[in-house]
């Protein structure tokens, strides 16, 4: 039975984040299934350590009792057999923010991101916030290199837009010219994206809403608002 996807916009870590947070954590099995944070994204500019604390800590404050900041910074810690075998025993994987191409780089091809899918298949949530959720998408855009980069793949056909209601929305004209069939997923800060409606349909969770662009339309879509791609 495959899990679920978690999906978000940014901002991370306090306010409204706690209503997708913890329905992640339900969905997960509940307070006491193991929990991993992947701070790989925040290593750039040598932040992973801290960035890794404040996810433990945030997800100890919704009541989890069992969460673990993984040493998965790059490639080769993202190999380490150790590493890989924490993933695949989580029931909640989720990555920070912080620079989307070193995360998708980190990930790519490697022992950790084979047992985050399998747990996936087993049942597991997977997701993130900003960059931990862009790079799962077929997808995203890297604005240190203003490139168009493929993507994990995870959730096929989207190519995930955080910030949106702050900076996010500027890039939507440049990714719709060279995206005309993906589905450009605007998500607001404090917002997250599950999975989790009948036959695997989106709702939205949290303070902002969703827009989805695609065709030259645009629609929005605010909590308790259903979609699928």
């Given at each position: 039975m495959k899990g679920y996807i978690l999906l978000e916009g940014g901002a991370e870590f306090g306010g409204a984040m706690a209503i997708p947070d913890r329905r992640a954590l339900e969905l997960?099995?509940?307070?006491?299934?193991p929990v991993s944070?992947?701070?790989?994204?925040?290593?750039?500019?040598?932040?992973?350590?801290?960035?890794?604390?404040?996810?433990?800590?945030?997800?100890?404050?919704?009541?989890?009792a069992r969460v673990t900041a993984v040493p998965l910074t790059d490639l080769a810690s993202a190999n380490r057999p150790e590493v890989a075998a924490a993933l695949r025993e989580s029931r909640l994987i989720y990555m920070l923010g912080g620079f989307p191409h070193h995360l998708g780089q980190s990930l790519a091809g490697s022992l950790s991101w084979q047992s985050a899918l399998a747990a996936y298949e087993a049942g597991a949530v997977v997701g993130g916030s900003s960059a931990g959720a862009m790079v799962l998408g077929q997808y995203y855009y890297d604005p240190q290199t203003n490139a168009v980069v493929a993507g994990l793949g995870l959730v096929p056909r989207i190519c995930v837009v955080p910030h949106h209601n702050r900076s996010g929305h500027s890039w939507v004209t440049r990714l719709a010219g060279q995206l005309p069939d993906i589905w450009l997923v605007g998500i607001d800060e404090q917002t997250g994206l599950l999975d989790d409606g009948p036959g695997h349909a989106w709702n939205v969770y949290g303070k902002g809403s969703v827009t989805l662009y695609r065709g030259g339309q645009a629609h929005?879509?605010?909590?308790g608002a259903p979609f699928s791609f």
């Open positions: 997960a099995g509940g307070l006491a299934v944070v992947i701070p790989a994204a925040a290593a750039p500019d040598q932040n992973d350590r801290r960035a890794g604390a404040n996810g433990v800590r945030w997800f100890k404050q919704l009541g989890a929005t879509y605010a909590p």
